[in-house]
């Protein structure tokens, strides 16, 4: 395989984990704003849809695997559900990428209940969004003379 193929697929899996190292490690690989937002977004989405369609099974096997109780009204719990409440789902779709992950995102979105069709439609857009905006900034970090020492 070439390696930049290897890289793209690398940086490709891990955006679908984490949503940052996208843009981070596409703009520490030289790639254009476009290839950052391409394989950041593509990473994203694809980790959407998956947990979209498995959401219910991954969280019924979570479940039966927590053997003990857990209180249900712990401060990060309190947290989903004030966002939830005062933002609903275009609020979780756009503080995923910072806050949460795809996945968690996405689970919580599922949680709630949320129609298919719209977690895909603003998982998308607050992606594309994120995408560009964590892409610019960190090209523009790294543009700083500091870090081009730094990075050779």
Known sequence: MNESLITFFGIYLLSMLKFIAGP??????GYSIWKIILVT????????????????QFKRILALRI???????TKKNRSIV?????YGEIGIAFFSPLFLTPIGGTL???S????????YFHMLWSAVFWAVVF?????????IPFFDKLLG
Request: cysteine-free.
């Open 67 to 73: 053997k003990k109780k857990s209180p249900v009204f």
């Open 108 to 110: 919580i979105l599922v």
């Open 82 to 86: 004030r966002l939830w409440a005062k």
């Open 24 to 29: 981070v490690l596409g703009s520490a690989a």
């Open 135 to 143: 892409g610019l900034s960190i090209d523009q970090i790294l543009k």
């Open 41 to 56: 977004v593509s990473g994203m989405m694809t980790s959407v849809f998956i947990f979209t369609l498995l959401g219910n």
């Open 112 to 119: 709630f209940g949320t129609k298919k069709r719209k977690i």
